[in-house]
């Protein structure tokens, strides 16, 4: 099979509507970042990003080989943003963990649909996981305060949220969503500070809001076929 009959493969229960959609949402954020004279490795990171969420949502495995790529690259426009708390949560725990989803997600993909089981959380799950990361969203806000992080508190709920979100991805659970929503709020927010300041990523700031759109767009998806 060549590289043309696997994107194909890829695509095969995907509506008209996502088909023509999804293209152009990629093909308008290589316009935007080309014309504002965006850092290539900042446009290389956006289109890596929003083909992860893209086929994440769409629940197929090879998402994990894409947002590789595209954590590599985000890892190294973190680091000259001095946006710390983004660099380590990329370098650290969504490099390892795209590994572990690899695995996990082929344990549990089904080859009628081509997309892996979805699941939700109990009530006292959701209960116990959103008090830990409330608890270590503030103690992580103290200590990248005691660094040169260009915003601490922001940084940090993306961190911590982040982990907690992708942990939940792996767990192929819906509630993932509802935490991605406002990580890619905050996340946004983050990176038009930088933008203001002077960094040369505009492409940053699209992706993060392709991510809440798509974000959103999969929580109404999942729903239906959770419920």
């Not at 043309?4 to 995907?14: A, G, T």
């Not at 270590?136 to 907690?164: G, N, Q």
Request: charged share 15%; aromatic share 18%.
């Amino acid at each position: 099979m060549n590289f043309i009959e696997i994107v194909k493969k890829e695509f095969d229960n995907f509506s008209i509507s996502e088909k023509i959609l999804f293209p152009l949402i990629i093909m308008f954020t290589i316009i935007i970042s080309f014309v504002m004279k965006d850092s290539k490795i900042a446009l290389i990171s956006a289109v890596c990003g929003i083909s992860y969420t893209l086929l994440a949502g769409k629940g197929r495995v090879s998402c994990y080989f894409i947002g590789i790529i595209g954590t590599l690259c985000y890892c190294y426009i973190s680091l000259i943003n001095a946006l710390y708390g983004q660099l380590i949560l990329y370098a650290l725990y969504y490099f390892p963990m795209a590994l572990i989803g690899i695995y996990q997600w082929k344990k549990h993909f089904k080859k009628d649909t081509r997309e892996i089981e979805k699941t939700k959380l109990s009530y006292k799950e959701r209960i116990i996981y959103l008090f830990c990361a409330v608890f270590a969203w503030v103690i992580t806000s103290f200590l990248l305060m005691k660094t040169a992080d260009l915003k601490p508190v922001m940084d940090s709920f993306a961190l911590v949220f982040s982990v907690l979100g992708q942990y939940l991805t792996v767990k192929r659970c819906i509630e993932q969503w509802y935490i991605w929503t406002f990580v890619n709020i905050i996340s946004m927010i983050m990176w038009i500070y930088a933008y203001i300041d002077g960094s040369n990523c505009f492409a940053t700031i699209l992706m993060w809001a392709v991510y809440l759109v798509l974000g959103l767009y999969f929580l109404v998806k999942w729903k239906k076929e959770v419920n």
